[in-house]
């Protein structure tokens, strides 16, 4: 079967660094997407990554190994408003998005 | 419109009633799609268009039906609602296989 793993749940705080795991088996593979999602909001794309190696975007950076089936989320200099849901979504042989649960972050001041 | 807008935002329904939520976009995108996400739980798919005239079942299917008449609508309907399909609704769009999901705003939908 298909699986995406994330932690349900982080606590960091703020102006600190987190890193968000995800680890997939799926059926093929063709890229890896790391989303946000506020409460009560729709996701917002983050990153894609479909090579190894790290992507980075401002205070957002995402890695991706594909021979461990492996990604993270690294966010730097934390915000309170970086309080949301982070959702990993990998894009299998079909081109269909498959979701994990996603990560709860909760930022203290 | 700019983006991708679902209507109604929130519906509570009686059980056995019909529904359709309605989900327009207007970036000219060829793939749509409509995910149900519930607490604990990823956004699982439940059909999908990958271009105008064409639709297929997703992970969770049943009670569900879709149709693509045109690029820019994809409405969703539930034949006769259960409770189990109480959820939070996401209909979103893409231009291609190698490219991002844009959102929807979401539909809250209770059966009671």
């Known amino acids: 079967g298909q699986n995406i793993d994330q932690p349900t749940e982080m606590t960091a705080t703020e102006g600190a660094i987190v890193q968000i795991n995800c680890t997939y088996q799926t059926s093929g593979f ?19 990554n479909v090579l190894d190696g790290l992507e980075e975007k401002g205070r957002f950076s995402s890695f991706l190994s594909r021979s461990k089936g492996y990604s993270y989320l690294l966010l730097k200099e934390l915000q309170m408003k970086d309080s949301a849901s982070y959702l990993c979504a990998v894009m299998d042989s079909n081109y269909q998005l ?12 | 419109i700019a983006g991708i807008t679902q209507a109604p935002t929130s519906q509570i329904l009686a059980a056995g009633r019909r529904m359709t939520l309605r989900c327009t976009q207007d970036m000219r995108h060829n793939a749509m799609y409509w995910y149900r996400q519930d607490l604990g739980l990823g956004l699982r798919l439940i ?7 064409t639709t297929g079942k997703g992970e969770v299917p049943d009670g569900y039906s879709v149709s693509r008449a045109n690029t820019d609508d994809f409405p969703l309907t539930l034949a006769s609602a259960v409770p189990s399909q109480t959820s939070v609704y996401f209909c979103a769009s893409r231009t291609g296989e190698n490219t991002e999901a844009f959102f929807g705003q979401g539909t809250r939908l209770t059966v009671v």
């Open chain 1, 30 to 48: 063709n890229g890896l997407f790391w989303y946000q999602q506020h409460a009560g909001e729709a996701p917002t794309f983050l990153s894609y």
């Open chain 2, 47 to 53: 059909h999908y268009s990958n271009t105008a005239g």
């Open chain 1, 98 to 109: 498959i979701w994990g649960a996603g990560t709860k972050l909760i930022i203290k001041p």
